[in-house]
């Protein structure tokens, strides 16, 4: 696949993958393919943890199920609810966060109310709070390969200027893991819940055997696309991106862009498009 063409396509998997484990050659191509991501010095301050076990894969999915819906109830509204998009309308006016475009008939006319900061105890009363949970356990017990990311803690020292260039390195180790995925027709998602519960996060850590002297950071599933498979009960998308004009400045924040700029075709939009027509 073109590069481009991987960029343009690349997106979060909420659903589930086909069960075919995913071939060796693919796994060894996602981590080598990781490896040429830069780092401060060279330091490579990453390591990772292939999860294929189904026994520890189904561990892992009751602790992000448990914490889907302890979050739910709890902290994660208040802490999130800025992301949310109820329509159309708001999607394309903020061309940013998440547009929840898929909920049961029943929870419609009351999404809001339930999505509210203030609403834990209704996201538990409609069972809102326990269908995620079930989802979220559901499509980590069926992805057939998680990857765990942990951080050299000589180098991930939070505070310090070296804890800054290992997450910038740790984030175009991730990017590189999406492009590889998306040309390989295989999909990824963040599995971040069970690490935002400090209890959850350590037992994994221990459950994978982490050592002390590096931090459990990231863990995803990845597989293969399932072209045919149903969406969860409650989903979402966030294909939005706001457009280049609002992105960027030129010479100082706020500069105007020149005619040059902004009249400029997109190769991204328009010529990687008509490739895959």
């Known amino acids: 696949m073109d590069l481009l063409d991987a960029i343009r396509l690349r ?3 909420n659903n589930k993958f086909l069960p075919d484990p995913v071939k060796p050659e693919h796994v060894k191509l996602l981590i080598e393919s990781a490896a040429r991501a830069p780092s401060h010095f060279n330091s490579q301050p990453w390591r990772f943890v292939l999860i294929r076990d189904p026994e520890l894969r189904d561990v892992l999915a009751e602790l992000a199920g448990a914490s889907m819906k302890e979050l739910m109830e709890g902290p994660f509204f208040q802490r999130y609810r800025r992301y ?7 999607r394309d006016a903020a061309g940013d966060g998440i547009h929840i475009d898929r909920v049961p ?3 419609r006319p009351v999404v809001r109310q339930v999505f509210n900061p203030q609403a ?6 409609f069972g809102v709070s326990a269908l995620l949970g079930s989802n979220q356990a559901d499509i980590v017990r069926a992805s ?3 990857i765990a990311i942990a951080l050299n803690k000589a180098e991930y020292q939070p505070g310090e200027l070296s804890a800054l260039y290992s997450t910038i390195s740790l984030g175009a180790v991730v990017q590189t893991f999406w492009l590889v ?3 390989l027709d295989m999909g990824m998602q963040f599995i971040s819940t069970p690490l935002e519960v400090p209890e959850r996060k350590a037992l994994i850590a221990d459950l994978l055997g982490v050592p002390d002297d590096h931090e459990l950071i990231a863990l995803f599933r990845m597989g293969y696309h ?3 498979g149903k969406r969860n009960s409650i989903d979402w998308t966030s294909s939005q991106r706001k457009e280049f004009e609002s992105l960027v400045s030129v010479d100082r924040w706020g500069g105007t862009l020149p005619d040059e700029l902004s ?4 190769l991204l939009w328009t010529e990687a498009a008509s490739r895959t027509r």
Not at 84 to 90: D, L, P, T, V
Not at 120 to 125: I, N, P, S
Not at 263 to 266: G, I, K, L, R
């Open 181 to 183: 995925t998306t040309s």
């Open 84 to 90: 949310f998009r109820f329509n159309n309308s708001e």
């Open 105 to 107: 008939a029943v929870l």
């Open 263 to 266: 009249q400029a075709p997109s």
């Open 11 to 13: 997106h979060t998997d």
């Open 120 to 125: 834990g105890h209704l996201m538990g009363m």
């Open 226 to 228: 399932d072209h045919a």
């Open 144 to 146: 057939p390969l998680l």
